[in-house]
């Protein structure tokens, strides 16, 4: 079949494939060098024929990538990175930054290009966007208020691009956007959220300040993502990496709702200020994303708070969940007790208090686990019991002499069996894999045995 007689469908991927690979490979050069790509891309595609051109006009009308966009981002809870602390003096926070951003991080696009680019188009018509409005210079500047004031206009663009996004819009689906570490910035990102009820994927990386302390920290209202008045389509993908940011939480019910179809979710920011104790909340938001396969919930601020004795909470039901990471003040059994995932493989913990405190779980409590991260003061005995890990599972990877000390570092076990097996087979299952076993043995030839050494 020629070129000319492939269905549109097929066209439109081949488009997306050329214009997405442009963006990719210019993704490390710098400046505006890889929205030029994609442009170029574009018009060269558009050459081909008129069936060509039509559909990239097309996709030109609902597509706006400045930079290769992420909306499955990574949240494997075994490779990726604890959120830098505020008192880190090197840039461990932009490295942190960069390790989930890619290559196309560190170099930005200007606003004031990619403004005009929007323009050329239908803003309330694009499906799926990509953003860098951060600005450049700021995230290394000794002193942000003289930086704001000597460079004003380049706030002025930042704040034009978001604003071009943040209209409402039927047909938007995915939004990646990197902001910069301005609290004016946030108030746009909440008016994407609440003004685009089709939202299904959000990506949001905000830029890290080299002198936090001396700007007003930016902070995001949950309450603000969604209004009264609208019907909004659940999400897939809700990822917000900002550590500078506060987070309110104060009235989160509605933001709830919108994460019950979630697949990876993430929050990994400064500060989190709610009306009750951040690990109530945190149950009720497992309680809410009963399709989770990765979630990452981490906070660099850990206020010291109580658990509430007299709290009833139900157990959070996660059966897809593989990949676990919670940094937070307080973490024990009595918090792990009420996750129930069979599918859980990784899980890393940071906190500043022992985590066996308040017993243990019960044995096998995860019963797919394979790798564990911890960093608590404890020992490492301690630890993992307290996940309901039984010694002989993890003994392997420590010294007779280590697993009572008080050790207070950071610790990696791999779990054994590496091989894992549901806890409970069904009948149907076991049947299945009898047959098949007998099967094995009735076609296989018998073992080859060894000579002992003292026969």
């Known amino acids: 079949m020629s070129f000319s007689r492939l269905p549109p469908e097929i066209l439109q991927h081949i488009g997306s494939l050329a214009v997405g690979s442009a963006i990719a490979d210019h993704a490390s050069s710098g400046g505006n060098n890889s929205l030029m790509a994609a442009v170029n891309t574009?018009?060269?595609?558009?050459?081909?024929?008129?069936?060509?051109?039509?559909?990239?006009?097309?996709?030109?009308?609902?597509?706006?990538?400045?930079?290769?966009?992420?909306?499955?981002?990574?949240?494997?809870?075994?490779?990726?990175?604890?959120?830098?602390?505020?008192?880190?003096?090197?840039?461990?926070?932009?490295?942190?930054?960069?390790?989930?951003?890619?290559?196309?991080?560190?170099?930005?696009?200007?606003?004031?290009?990619?403004?005009?680019?929007?323009?050329?188009?239908?803003?309330?018509?694009?499906?799926?966007?990509?953003?860098d409005s951060r600005v450049p210079g700021f995230s290394s500047s000794n002193n942000p208020h003289v930086f704001g004031l000597r460079f004003f206009n380049r706030w002025f663009a930042s704040a034009a691009l978001?604003?071009?996004?943040?209209?409402?819009?039927?047909?938007?689906?995915?939004?990646?956007?990197?902001?910069?570490?301005?609290?004016?910035?946030?108030?746009?990102?909440?008016?994407?959220?609440?003004?685009?009820?089709?939202?299904?994927?959000?990506?949001?990386?905000?830029?890290?300040?080299?002198?936090?302390?001396?700007?007003?920290?930016?902070?995001i209202r949950l309450s603000k993502l969604s209004m009264d008045c609208c019907t909004y389509a659940t999400m897939d993908t809700f990822v917000f990496r900002a550590p500078i940011a506060k987070v309110v939480a104060d009235d989160s019910l509605q933001f709830f709702e919108r994460l019950k179809t979630?697949?990876?979710?993430?929050i990994a920011a400064h500060t989190f200020s709610t009306s009750v104790p951040v690990w109530h909340w945190l149950l009720r938001l497992l309680h809410s994303l009963p399709n989770a396969e990765q979630v990452d919930f981490s906070l660099l601020d850990h206020v010291a708070e109580d658990f509430h004795p007299d709290a009833k909470f139900d157990v959070a039901h996660l059966p897809n969940l593989t990949d676990l990471t919670l940094s937070i003040h307080q973490v024990d059994a009595r918090l792990l007790s009420k996750i129930n995932a069979p599918k859980l493989r990784a899980i890393r913990i940071r906190t500043s208090t022992p985590i066996d405190s308040y017993g243990f779980c019960s044995p096998e409590h995860f019963?797919?686990?394979?790798?564990?991260?911890?960093?608590?003061?404890?020992?490492?005995?301690?630890?993992?019991?307290?996940?309901?890990?039984?010694?002989?599972?993890?003994?392997?990877?420590?010294?007779?002499?280590?697993p009572d000390l008080d050790y207070g570092e950071e610790m990696v076990a791999y779990i054994k069996p590496?091989?894992?097996?549901?806890?409970?087979?069904?009948?149907?299952?076991?049947?299945?894999?009898?047959?098949?076993?007998?099967?094995?043995?009735?076609?296989?030839?018998?073992?080859?045995?060894?000579?002992?050494?003292?026969?």
């Not at 049947?431 to 099967?439: A, I």
């Open 42 to 131: 574009q018009q060269a595609l558009g050459l081909v024929n008129r069936k060509m051109q039509r559909i990239m006009d097309d996709h030109n009308s609902k597509v706006f990538h400045a930079f290769h966009p992420d909306f499955a981002p990574n949240l494997r809870a075994f490779i990726t990175k604890w959120l830098p602390e505020p008192s880190s003096i090197d840039d461990a926070q932009r490295r942190y930054l960069k390790l989930h951003g890619g290559d196309n991080w560190t170099p930005l696009v200007g606003s004031n290009y990619q403004s005009i680019a929007i323009d050329n188009l239908n803003a309330t018509s694009l499906q799926s966007v990509a953003i």
């Open 162 to 219: 978001l604003a071009r996004v943040a209209v409402p819009n039927l047909n938007l689906r995915s939004a990646h956007l990197r902001l910069p570490a301005q609290a004016e910035a946030f108030l746009f990102l909440e008016a994407i959220m609440a003004h685009n009820n089709k939202l299904r994927n959000l990506v949001v990386e905000a830029d890290a300040a080299f002198h936090a302390s001396k700007m007003p920290r930016p902070k």
């Open 262 to 266: 979630v697949r990876k979710f993430c």
């Open 367 to 402: 019963p797919s686990l394979l790798y564990v991260t911890i960093q608590a003061p404890g020992t490492i005995s301690g630890n993992c019991d307290t996940l309901g890990i039984q010694r002989h599972n993890y003994v392997h990877n420590i010294s007779k002499h280590q």
């Open 418 to 455: 590496y091989v894992r097996r549901p806890r409970i087979a069904t009948l149907k299952n076991a049947e299945l894999v009898r047959k098949s076993t007998d099967v094995c043995n009735a076609f296989s030839p018998p073992p080859m045995k060894r000579t002992r050494l003292h026969e």
